[in-house]
């Protein structure tokens, strides 16, 4: 079991930048792909970045590509999501989420993931 749990989450104005944070613990962290959803009011929860155990390779939506970045320090089972030039279109609650199985490839469905922080909210304004 691995209890996850999101912080940096705020108010900011549009083109501000937000680092989300998403601490890991319980069973060990270093072998899991960590993956970073949003879900906007009345919309299904989305895919925005995954990466790799190694931190070898990272994956990126579309839309966040450029502006948002995944990164992860194991030694302190902590994932994170720079988010920079944020639009009111990011506004949402994000979440964490962890694989296990730290598949290769494009990993971007939901029930691809085992486990699942509370989520953080991010509000863009105009």
């Known amino acids: 079991q691995v209890q996850l749990v999101e912080s940096g989450g705020g108010l900011v104005q549009a083109g501000g930048s937000l680092r989300l944070s998403c601490a890991a613990s319980?069973?060990?962290?270093?072998?899991?792909?960590m993956g970073w959803f949003r879900q906007a009011p009345g919309k299904d929860r989305e895919f925005v970045a995954r990466?790799?155990?190694?931190?070898?390779?990272?994956y990126n939506a579309d839309f966040v590509k450029g502006r948002f970045t995944i990164s992860r320090d194991n030694a302190k089972n902590t994932v994170y999501l720079q988010m920079n030039s944020l639009k009111p279109e990011d506004t949402g609650v994000y979440y964490c989420?962890?694989?296990?199985?730290?598949?290769?490839?494009?990993?971007?469905?939901?029930?691809?993931?085992?486990?699942w922080g509370q989520g953080t909210q991010v509000t863009v304004s105009s």
């Open positions: 989420a962890a694989d296990p199985w730290d598949s290769a490839g494009w990993v971007s469905r939901a029930d691809e993931y085992d486990y």
């Open positions: 319980g069973r060990t962290f270093s072998g899991y792909a």
């Open positions: 990466i790799r155990w190694n931190g070898g390779s990272t």
